[in-house]
């Protein structure tokens, strides 16, 4: 096999992150102007106007919507993995502070509301994460903060015009596209005015210290969380998983039919004034004008009405449904922010899957001691620590399965690409692998996209750690999947399978492993049109075309490949008790 990997145009990349590995290794904060130079340097496809005097508004909202809104007011970001190690470095009991949370990133951090943000880590790739998202936006904050200061630009913000044209006066005065500022609107929401206002009252000065610095403060968080895990399901330790990466609602929504019961009050919730466009979805849908699939649409109506007060009662009812149908829900606590589900096989009611769900024998479940093992998909190598951690410790590890996004290089948002070979950058190995899943396996249930199987993908160390020389090397070597997990998922494979660690910088065969492996990506985003991707926030309604067709596919894999193997296993005894 010919394989080349993209050394050239890596240089700035690999110097940036020796750069701030080795700042962090002080056991004082480092300021991130210190950064900077090496950041602007890398000429990241997220920054490309890093060194530029223009504010790069594309890098600005794509680091917001990864942030915190208490950003602004934050001096000083600790980053740690537990705790107690919290507690040890002086910062007392950081759970007592205000919980925060950004809109498109997942990581449990807490607010001590005046200037200190605490934010817990699963493995290095939060730092591949949080350090370029910082000095990407402190960079973009104080272009904004020196534009700012104009007095004609301050008059706008004091005697702020909420408009169209209000909004295009002042994008002019920043020397902005209108169309940014407009979309820095959206992000902000109610804070846009006071988020400008502390914008123009401050030069951002951040500084970062990293309290976890080994490979083995990882694995005991880790260790730590998965305990959590078996204290709340104990059978686990001995049953038969299938081990999912996805989200928290796909393949609930899936399995127990709440949503399609509960269909009147779901609609009822849409034909409010506010809901306008989702009832005219729902009425196009009804009409058959347009191919969206209907439960597609009340699983998504269903999650924006949980979100809303009106939403309580029925939160403790799905609650409730989801208990009697075998789903557990466990939050992660104390540690990284991964929650859990296990479901159990044989609890599941079969007149409530999702019609996509409906295989043959599937009410021979009911004897399975399998369980399903969902996680909120980790970021990078917490993806390799989690499955190593789970493989040891649960009965039989019958099958991997990872659902998520990635950008694309030969396709366009909504496409589901389906891998046979990763190229892993941490590793630096290229593993070859036989992918459960084929087009076939989507084709029908995917309405806006196209199915791209046979596909090379590369697991990137970070988003921001890439630059158009680094991706036009891999495009020209046949890689289109861009994403974060995939390689460090299949390094923890290797290990599941092979009596030894991983191996570096190799042609990794993978073929005949002793589980069902499938990984499927769904394109949120194109390279060439930064900052528009299906990350900028919520998930859109039409983003859930290939989110439920990559959560079909898996759950029919699953419910075929038990209720095959239940029924194996049941013949042979009928047989036997008839013979004698």
Same mark, same amino acid.
Not at 24 to 46: F, K, Q, T, W
Not at 107 to 129: H, K, N, Q
Not at 239 to 249: E, I, K
Not at 371 to 392: F, R, S
């Given at each position: 096999m010919d394989r080349t990997v993209p050394r050239? !145009?890596? %240089? #700035?990349? +690999?110097?940036? @992150?020796?750069?701030?590995?080795? /700042?962090?290794?002080?056991?004082? $904060?480092?300021? @991130?102007?210190? &950064? %900077? +130079?090496?950041?602007?340097?890398?000429?990241?496809? &997220?920054h490309l106007e890093a060194r530029g005097l +223009?504010? $790069?508004m594309a890098a600005f909202i794509y680091a917001s919507?990864?942030?915190?809104?208490?950003?602004? $007011?934050?001096?000083?970001?600790? &980053?740690g993995q537990s705790r107690e190690q919290f507690a040890q470095a002086g910062l007392g009991d950081v759970e007592s502070w205000t919980l925060v949370s950004a809109p498109a990133r997942?990581?449990?951090?807490?607010? #001590? !509301?005046?200037?200190?943000?605490?934010?817990? @880590?699963?493995? =290095?790739?939060? @730092? #591949? $994460?949080?350090v370029p998202l910082l000095t990407a936006f402190q960079i973009e904050w104080n272009k904004l903060h020196q534009r700012l200061r104009g007095e004609q630009v301050r008059a706008l913000l004091r005697e702020p015009v909420d408009t169209p044209e209000g909004l295009a006066r002042l994008a002019a005065g920043l020397g902005v596209a209108v169309e940014d500022l407009g979309r820095l609107r959206q992000v902000w929401r109610e804070r846009f005015w006071d988020m400008l206002r502390q914008v123009a009252s401050h030069e951002m000065r951040l500084s970062v210290r990293l309290l976890a610095r080994t490979m083995n403060d990882y694995r005991r968080a880790t260790h730590r969380w998965f305990d959590h895990v078996l204290e709340a399901f104990p059978p686990l330790a001995e049953?038969?998983?299938?081990?999912?990466?996805?989200?928290?609602?796909s393949l609930v929504n899936l399995l127990t039919g709440f949503a399609l019961r509960h269909q009147a009050a779901i609609l009822d919730f849409v034909s409010r004034p506010e809901n306008a466009d989702l009832l005219a979805e729902w009425r196009e849908i009804e009409r058959r004008s347009v191919p969206s699939s209907r439960e597609n649409f009340l699983y998504y109506a269903l999650k924006k009405l949980l979100s809303t007060p009106a939403g309580a009662a029925l939160a403790a009812e799905r609650a409730a449904a989801e208990r009697g149908r075998g789903i557990l829900r466990i939050p992660s606590e104390h540690v990284f922010d991964i929650q859990a589900q296990v479901v159990d096989l044989s609890l599941l009611e079969p007149a409530d899957l999702d019609p996509? &769900?409906?295989?043959? +024998?599937?009410?021979?479940?009911?004897?399975?001691?399998?369980?399903?093992?969902?996680? #909120?998909?980790?970021? =990078? /190598?917490?993806?390799?620590?989690? /499955?190593? %951690?789970?493989?040891?410790?649960? !009965?039989? /590890?019958? =099958?991997v399965y990872i659902m998520g996004k990635a950008a694309t290089l030969n396709g366009i948002i909504g496409d589901v690409m389906i891998p046979s070979v990763v190229h892993d950058e941490h590793s630096q190995n290229t593993y070859l692998f036989d992918n459960a899943f084929t087009a076939e396996d989507l084709a029908d249930d995917l309405t806006y996209g196209t199915v791209l199987d046979n596909q090379k993908g590369v697991s990137v160390r970070g988003t921001f750690l890439q630059t158009p020389r680094y991706v036009d090397v891999f495009y020209r070597e046949g890689y289109t999947d861009i994403e974060m997990e995939a390689g460090p998922y299949l390094s923890a494979m290797y290990e599941i399978s092979r009596p030894r660690r991983h191996p570096e910088n190799e042609i990794v065969d993978l073929h005949g492993l002793p589980f069902d492996v499938g990984i499927l990506h769904y394109a949120s985003d194109t390279p060439l049109s930064k900052g528009r991707n299906l990350g900028s926030g919520s998930l859109s309604y039409f983003g859930m075309d290939p989110t439920y067709a990559t959560a079909v596919a898996i759950l029919r894999r699953i419910l075929r490949s038990e209720a095959r193997r239940v029924t194996a296993e049941t013949e042979p005894v009928r047989a036997a008790g008839t013979a004698g």
């Open positions: 050239t !145009g890596s %240089e #700035d990349i +690999e110097l940036y @992150i020796r750069t701030y590995y080795s /700042l962090l290794r002080a056991s004082a $904060d480092v300021r @991130i102007r210190a &950064l %900077e +130079e090496a950041h602007a340097r890398m000429g990241s496809s &997220l +223009e504010p $790069d919507l990864r942030l915190p809104p208490c950003i602004g $007011d934050v001096r000083r970001v600790v &980053l997942r990581r449990r951090s807490y607010f #001590d !509301g005046r200037s200190t943000l605490a934010c817990y @880590i699963a493995s =290095g790739t939060d @730092i #591949d $994460d949080v049953r038969p998983v299938y081990f999912v990466s996805s989200n928290t609602h996509r &769900l409906q295989v043959p +024998e599937v009410e021979h479940l009911r004897r399975s001691r399998a369980v399903i093992l969902n996680i #909120d998909y980790p970021l =990078g /190598l917490a993806a390799y620590l989690v /499955l190593t %951690e789970v493989a040891a410790r649960v !009965g039989e /590890l019958r =099958g």
